[in-house]
């Protein structure tokens, strides 16, 4: 009786290539899955601007002499640190071909929002009770809440980033008052200063 053979030899190592490439596009899947749902168009060179931005307002803050002109200096501060943010985001954002007010950009801005508000509405309480040494630990930790709130949605460096902002606004918080300025210039300089080049680094801009 003959021996019958396969008109073509499955090769041994086959099942390990089968396997290999489905590793390899089950991993594509994720990473992309992971891509569309997350808010990657926070502008790491932004932050380093406004970074820069603050650590000049609080040099100018420390120079004030009344409480309403140490308001103003951050305040000042504040709205153009904002229109920078947005700004370079839009830019980001454009340039990636992402929707800003959609998916996860809306859920990021919807998770920023309630925090930054409460810190609007607790600056005119404290400021009004004369309580404006809290401020700079209240302004810290709020930011830090809606850094990590909205950071869920975006790179996992952004919530790594509220974090730091909350321990360094608690810590603002239960220091003298005078470090209140030093602590705004380490929170919202260097922080986003560091944060904001890591950000540019692994994620283009």
Not at 114 to 142: E, H, I, N, R, S
């Amino acid at each position: 009786m003959a021996n019958v053979h396969p008109i073509r030899p499955v090769p041994q190592d086959e099942p390990l290539e089968l396997h290999a490439r489905a590793m390899d596009n089950l991993r594509f899947i994720r990473e992309t899955m992971e891509r569309a749902g997350s808010f990657t168009a926070v502008s790491g060179w932004g932050l380093v601007v406004i970074g820069a931005l603050a650590m000049g307002a609080g040099w100018l803050a420390s120079t004030t002499r009344s409480a309403n002109g140490w308001l103003g200096v951050w305040m000042g501060a504040a709205v153009l640190a904002a229109a920078l943010g947005v700004g370079s985001t839009v830019v980001k954002a454009r340039g990636a071909h992402m929707p800003l007010l959609s998916g996860p950009g809306r859920k990021f801005v919807l998770a920023l929002a309630p925090p930054l508000a409460a810190g609007a509405v607790l600056t005119g309480v404290l400021f009004q009770a004369g309580m404006t040494a809290a401020l700079p630990g209240t302004w810290l930790l709020l930011f830090g809440v809606g850094i990590v709130t909205g950071g869920a949605f975006s790179t996992r460096v952004v919530p790594v980033m509220g974090l730091s902002f909350m321990l360094l606004g608690t810590a603002a918080l239960f220091a003298p008052a005078g470090w209140g300025d030093a602590f705004m210039a380490a929170g919202f300089g260097g922080l986003h200063v560091v944060f904001g080049t890591l950000i540019a680094r692994r994620h283009g801009g």
